[in-house]
């Protein structure tokens, strides 16, 4: 029994401790286009503009330390908005980024943080993205997000927080 | 009303965290084994491994025997396949995204050698 998902296609997903999803993927371009892609809004709406039942309503980034990142998903099925916010901790261009996120709902406490890095061989890049949350609990609900609509995940709390008081 | 599900779930995922408790889910997917059997490779004592028997028994991977000496524990497989679903759907969400990343990048590429070329052109061409 091991904590990773061994794959079809290039993914790794794993869960390396009870509170972070680290993810592993090699692309076949060099690392100044991965790059690109991934802190431009205008191309990350192109490839992670959809994710399961959510769309990327909004998209903003102020890239350099210190600058601030907000996104904005929304649910097709219930119309439900999720805005996350984040600072910007390190950003080496091409090669490393650290950022913080917050989710607007006060139900997903505290803040987690990110850090992607980017390592070129051959043309190609291997990515790892790793984020780590402010629990366990935060990080078990961001997985279960991609079974079911967010709309379930906040049922479980509101049963957890007020239906049991 | 929360399906039964999420709770398991939880306690399924709880169980997982810890590296003490993979190994005796290793062990056990092997054949079912004693507290004895199971505390043996670990430098522990048995009421510390039945801490870890306990919480696994709560998340329903592991069922113990009635035999009140032996009490022997077993996998119950179910509960694993269900964590493990919500992690491979997590993947295939990602691995989506990413194949779409794939084809932006082969755009990208082409879109950067036009613009060598172009500018290899002009070179020539004598412009700046």
């Known amino acids: ?165 | 009303m929360q399906p039964q599900g999420y709770e398991r779930l939880d306690s399924t995922f709880a169980a997982l965290a810890d590296p003490t408790r993979r190994a005796i889910l290793m062990r056990l997917a092997g054949g079912e084994a004693s507290v004895m059997e199971l505390a043996e490779p670990f430098d522990m004592s048995q009421p510390a491994i039945s801490k870890h028997l306990k919480v696994l028994e709560r998340a329903g991977l592991i069922s113990r025997g009635r035999d009140a000496q032996r009490r022997p524990c077993r996998l119950e497989a179910v509960p694993l396949a269900e964590a493990n679903e919500w992690l491979e759907r997590y993947r295939e969400l990602w691995e989506a995204a990413y194949q779409r990343l794939d084809a932006l990048l082969e755009e990208m590429k082409e879109d950067e050698k036009k613009r060598v070329r172009g500018k290899r052109g002009a070179k020539k061409r004598g412009t700046p």
């Not at chain 1, 959510?54 to 998903?73: F, K, M, N, P």
């Open chain 1, 1 to 165: 029994m091991t904590n990773a998902t061994m794959n079809k296609g290039n993914l790794i997903v794993t869960t390396p401790t009870d509170r972070e999803i680290a993810m592993t993927r090699v692309f076949n371009a060099p690392r100044h286009l991965v790059y690109e892609a991934h802190t431009k809004p205008e191309l990350l709406k192109r490839w992670l503009g959809v994710f399961g039942d959510w769309t990327l309503a909004e998209c903003e980034i102020d890239l350099r330390v210190g600058g601030s990142l907000r996104y904005v998903w929304r649910n097709k099925a219930n119309g439900m908005a999720m805005g996350l916010s984040g600072v910007y901790r390190e950003v080496v261009p091409n090669e490393r980024i650290v950022s913080t996120e917050q989710f607007d709902d006060p139900w997903y406490e505290g803040e987690a943080v990110g850090t992607l890095t980017l390592v070129e061989e051959n043309g190609k890049t291997t990515m790892t993205n790793t984020v780590r949350y402010a629990s366990k609990e935060v990080r078990d609900n961001v997985l279960k997000s991609g079974m079911e609509s967010g709309v379930a995940a906040s049922y479980d709390k509101l049963e957890k927080d007020v239906l049991a008081a």
